[in-house]
């Protein structure tokens, strides 16, 4: 992705597309900006989708009350942890039918004796905006972006806003394409650049976003091959994200990998387990993603499957959750050639550790469902749950001293 991105909220930015490809409808978004006039009252404002400078962005539009200087304004959106310490921008597009004068602001948290940055916009198109660069501090805690856009000689006209961007100022840095071309670049272009305010380094920011496909690509490629011991100056850094394939190694793979990944387990990867009423048994994605890993790993549900390992370890996936709260023991007794049928297995788990039982005896769907990819082919597989296990003579598990179950 791009190095240089919005820190602004969808509905903020008056994005048309969310994140996930969905269009966001006009009704639907709010927006954190408003406009106030000079007694800081609100102003009358409209999110449109016309009049619109690039078609993937909504419009805010204001209708000034008086001709006397207005402000437009986000205040207080939040930043994240990983903001401290950076340097931050604001730019956007403004339209007006008469002449107009804006003086931006950026600050951070309450500190808004900040100068702004004034500029002289001509009328009837769209301008670009910017602010001064505002770091934020380096510590521990949260903070707060807030945007100032005061706008004088309006006439009362219509005022069009929209592309607000808010950014990490030197981000552009990161793609690996700007450190190869200066290599190609006599050094005054770098220095020249630098000298440059509102915006900074536009120069370099005009190649990266030319470039930051081809960067992206590049980081990619990198990352699909891990590091040998022997490419490493320091060995210590073998259990780094960085020295592993995003593609071959099981702790490190990428979401999108994982199909490709699973066609050397000889089965489509799972990501999750329902239950008889079709409701998910993991309920987040740091377990989905455990239970993916154990299929790659395991093999359970692909070449390794049919054997007795590979149907109680993939049973032992949906006992990780307890109705009295406490630690799972994950305990599964398997018992071949039940009822003295040679195609027949039956598998007890504990009511405790069984999520979709509440007494004794019941057979649980789930259990059912995780051990099916499992089971070897022509056998039948039964299940009963138990409040505890019991010592049972003849029992291929539960006949068997020393197996680490709690027996009762």
């Known amino acids: 992705m791009p190095k240089v991105f919005n820190l602004l909220p969808n509905a903020d930015a008056f994005l048309k597309i969310d994140e996930f490809g969905i269009q966001v409808l006009l009704s639907d978004l709010q927006t954190g900006w408003e406009a106030v006039d000079l007694q800081n009252q609100e102003i009358t404002t409209e999110v449109q989708s016309e009049n619109f400078s690039v078609s993937s962005r909504y419009v805010l539009v204001i209708y000034p009350?008086?001709?006397?200087?207005?402000?437009?304004?986000?205040?207080?959106?939040?930043?994240?942890?990983?903001?401290?310490?950076?340097?931050?921008?604001?730019?956007a597009k403004l339209k007006c039918s008469s002449q107009i004068i804006t003086s931006t602001k950026l600050y951070i948290d309450n500190n808004s004796s900040v100068d702004p940055y004034t500029q002289s916009l001509s009328s009837g198109k769209y301008n670009a905006i910017h602010s001064h660069t505002s770091i934020v501090e380096d510590d521990e805690d949260n903070h707060t972006a807030t945007i100032e856009i005061n706008v004088s000689g309006h006439g009362q006209n219509p005022i069009f806003f929209t592309c607000p961007h808010l950014i990490h100022d030197l981000a552009f840095a990161n793609n690996p394409m700007i450190g190869l071309i200066r290599r190609y670049l006599p050094d005054f272009y770098w220095e020249f650049d630098s000298q440059s305010s509102n915006p900074t380094f536009p120069f370099f920011k005009f190649i990266d976003a030319l470039t930051h496909a081809i960067g992206d690509t590049r980081l990619e490629?990198?990352?699909?091959y891990g590091f040998e011991l022997d490419q490493l100056q320091n060995p210590d850094w073998i259990p780094e994200y960085w020295t592993n394939s995003v593609m071959t190694d099981i702790n490190y793979v990428r979401d999108d990998y994982i199909p490709w990944l699973s066609l050397f387990t000889g089965e489509h990867i799972i990501q999750n387990v329902q239950n008889k009423n079709g409701d998910y048994y993991f309920e987040n994605a740091?377990?989905?993603?455990?239970f993916m890993e154990f299929q790659l790993r395991t093999r359970s549900f692909g070449s390794n499957s049919g054997t007795r390992g590979s149907i109680i370890n993939s049973i032992k996936q949906v006992l990780i959750k307890t109705k009295n709260n406490q630690t799972a023991t994950r305990v599964v007794a398997l018992t071949q050639n039940f009822g003295g049928d040679p195609f027949a297995i039956r598998v007890k788990t504990l009511v405790n550790e069984t999520d979709d039982v509440t007494g004794v005896g019941e057979s649980s769907y789930l259990v059912l469902s995780a051990a099916e990819k499992a089971r070897p082919m022509g056998y039948k597989i039964t299940h009963s749950a138990e409040a505890q296990f019991v010592f049972t003579l003849d029992d291929a598990t539960l006949g068997v001293l020393n197996t680490g179950f709690p027996l009762g």
Request: aromatic share 8%; charged share 15%.
């Open 65 to 91: 009350n008086t001709i006397q200087p207005i402000k437009i304004r986000l205040v207080s959106t939040p930043l994240y942890l990983s903001d401290n310490g950076r340097l931050l921008s604001f730019n």
């Open 221 to 224: 490629y990198g990352s699909l």
């Open 286 to 290: 740091a377990s989905i993603r455990d």
